[in-house]
Structure formats: C-alpha cells, structure tokens
C-alpha cells in the first residue's frame, strides 16, 4: 500500500468513532474541530519511542494502545475528558505495514473506549527507531481543570492504584477518577517519571513541602521502584483535610510548609527520569 | 542544563508573546485553551526530519522557522489564521543544547511575526537523527474554512508565487493570502509534495479534471520541478469564473469535467513525493 491506500484504510478503520463537533477528520490540510461553547480545552503531546517507552517485541497493538494511553493520562490529570487526536507515526527498519495496521487497531480500540476520535495525523518511515507523536485534546467545564498549584498545607496526598509496575503493562488512564476529582482535589498530575521527581514538581509548583508516610507498591514490585520508577500513569493529588477518602486511592503522606520532600522523616532526593539528560546522569539510573 | 532547567528557559523565550485565549501555557500536565465563541479550530501536525526536511547543515534558526511554517502552511491553506502550537523536539547526536536553543529561537521568531504563541511540548534525546514536531492550531470564522473539495467546473486554477524552488529556503506561509480566499476561493490546498500530485488530490477531492497551461518556474529552477518537486508551500486554489485575479498569485489553468488532470493536452502523472513509499519507488524520484 502507499501512502494514500494506508491513510484511506485508517479513515475507515476511524470512522465508526464519530463526534459532531469533529467537523472535518482525516484527507484535508487540517482537522476541523467546533468547540463546545463554554468548555476549555486540554492540549498535550507526548511521543513514544522504540527503545525507550516500549520495545521492539512489544505487539503493536499494545504499542498503540500505549501510545495514545499516555496523552490521556495527562488529560485525566488536570480532570478533563477526551476529546480528539492526531497521529504522526514514523515507522522504523523493525516494523512493517501489518505492524502498522495493528498499530492503529490498539489505538482505535482505546480511543472508542475513551470516546476521543482519530481527527488527522501523519505516516512517515525512518531508517531508525519506530516513533509515535500523539497529541490529545481534552474537554473540561470552563475554569475547572485541575492544576499542580493550589495544594495547600494539610492537605492529605493520595496516589491512584499501586506504583513500581513493570513499565510494559497496559496503562488505564484514569479519566473517571480525573473528572470525580475536578469537585475535590486541591492539586492534582500523572505519575510519569517517578513520584520522587513528581511530587517534587507538584510541591515547587504548590510553593510547599510533603511528608510521605507509606507508597502502595504494586505485587513483585520494590519500594525502591514505587518510588523512582517511572511509567506508572497513576494521579498524584491532594485533598482538603477532612475529605472523604475516594475508591481504588490511597493516602501516602501530608502537604507541610517549606519546601522538603520527606519520606518517613528523611529526605526524598528526586531520581525520577530526565527525558533530556544522558543515560549516565544520577538521575536516569532506574 | 538539564530537561527542566531547559524547558524554563524556552518558557522565558515564549513569554513575550501572550494571547487570552491562552489560560495556561508550558510547565502543567496540559496546556489550557478559552475557544472564541463562534470560532471553528483547525488543528495540523507535521514533522521535521532531519535528512528528509532539513539537513544537518541547516542552521538551527532556519531549522526551527521551518518547522513551524510547515504546519503554518496548511492553516494558512483552509483560510485559518494561527493562535498556538506545541512543539516535540528530540535532538540527535549531530546537534547539542546551543542548536536546541537556536532552534527555538528561530521558531519563536515567526510565531512571533504570526501570532501563534507556543502553549507546549516535549523534549527528548535520540541516538539517531533530530526531529521536530509541530502541532498547530488555527481559526476561522465558524463553517468558513477552505476544503480542497469545492473545485466547479469552469473554475480558474491558480498558485501563488513560482514553484520549484530550492528546499532549504525559507518558507513563508502564505496566511494573508488564505484569509482573503476565505471570501472568494472554491477550494484550496498548500503544495508540499509538488504540483502533480497536490493537483491529483485536489480535484479527486472535488471530483473534476484539470487543464494546465502554465507554471510560475522560480529563477534558477526547472519546468521539471517546478512540476514534480515537492516543499513548495505556496497555495494551490480555484476561483469560480469572472472572479477577478489576486496579486502575488497566478492562473495555470482551468477546472473541467472528469477525473484528467491534463499539462498542454498531455497527461499529467502525479510524481510528487510519497512519504510513505520506499525510495525506491517511482513516485519518489525526485
């Protein structure tokens, strides 16, 4: 198939997902979105790389699915709702177009779950890595996305699920629990590059300090790992003192003044992962 | 530096050029967008790879500008004019921080010279080539953006500028030009993979042939390119009858019935470029 054939065979395999603000999808120069009136949208893009968020073994449906996963896990962060995406797949030497047409069918399968349409996108080869670029669009009620400012000091925090799970399992982004916490939440972000590294971000932002008491850690996984490891995909959020606490979340720990992260009375030093840094930088040893 | 010192400074870089509609820009998990009521959004994503769209050699401001007049191009193609892009970055061994830093340099020039403020994005690190994604959201006034369908037979088929010319120029999208088509053009589209082929699409989307008398060659170019040769990113329109011409642009023929597209009574094969195809193949021979 060229180029045209594949666009066509992807159009049709999208099109059983509609949306009647979609007013143009996929075959012209752009997508053509008409927003709902009253909602703020969401934006994020996030690639996925061979050899660094999956491997090449890694069955593309899953790839696919995982892909899009990632996005949306920043979308349910900040309390919003899918929306719409766009696709710009570079295809590698390991991969080929069957490769490609599974691809998509994992990616289309999470997206009618999730309610969010294949709007445009982009097919390319490259002599190297297979690579994905997926930007998400997410709705939210005007004013009310969820930010990483605004915890305050007292606040509970709580993580979604269990953290340190090996980074090829499927990734559930939690958009439910993302849209109960727009009525709640003080703070809220995904866990993407480790909660040492996160939290501390959710704490500069907020201008406080955190105290962490205990981490859920997922079954066969280490202390060590629910607390450096990245990939987990799970929300980092705080809530009011006196919250009721919410389903499938755990408290770990309390918002303090100051600027230090503790974890059981000691420092929790940042070894998250530094997407920029070189492989042999302190931080990036997982 | 490393990822977060990097990202502030390209945030400090962005600050300059604000918009309202834009709630929340770099450093959240999302960036935030208020829609103007009334306002269809068009939403475009195109890569920029090094080898393929730039070569190693370019200077990284032309590199960066490039990057966004891509995407800019096909904003500027459905009459939409720019409000705010997110940009992927992943820098391969051939480019260091400076490159990175003149890279966004670069591209903030133009979208200061376009207003379209930078809302986000991503930074990563390849072993391989250097690459740059750019997502770009537009506006037009609601259900008045250009399609390629809408080509009527009779129709006068115009470009802008001259073709053929070298691919390391700089581009300069032609957003003006597609605002003022909005009012008058039948359809339009943005020639990145040369005429023969844009055209094909074009009038397949309108369901008509074409006639083709004349093509605007560039200085120091060849009828051949001019033709044939992609990364043009002039705009490709048709104008219903009697409409009178626009400056900067020129007629190269005329809409007919059928699915011919036709140069001097010839024929016209679509040679443009594939991005899919292997370069073996015959459309890809430049």
Redesign the interface.
Known sequence: M???E?VEWIRKQAASLKRPEL??GI?????????H?G?????????L?EG?HFSSAMPAAAAGARALARSLS??A??G?EPRFC?V?L??GPHHDEAWLKYFFLGLLKLARRTNTVL???????????T?A?V?V??G?P??R?L???GAGVGDGIFVSGRLGRAWDRPIQPRIALGVQLRDVASSC??LSDGLSLDLLRLCK?SRVGAKITRVPIAKGSTLERALHGGEDYELLFTLPPGSRPLPGTSRIGTIVQGDAVEFKGKPLAPRGY?????SE?P?NKK
């Open positions: 060229n180029e045209i594949l007013v143009l075959g012209d120069d752009c997508a053509i979105w008409h927003p009136p909602e703020d949208l969401l934006f994020k893009t996030d690639p790389i660094v920043d979308i962060a900040m919003g766009l710009s570079t295809l709007a445009g996108g982009d097919l390319s080869r490259s002599k190297h890595e690579r670029e930007m669009c997410g939210v005007r004013r996305a930010y990483r400012e972000m995904d932002a530094d997407h920029f840094a070189t930088s931080s």
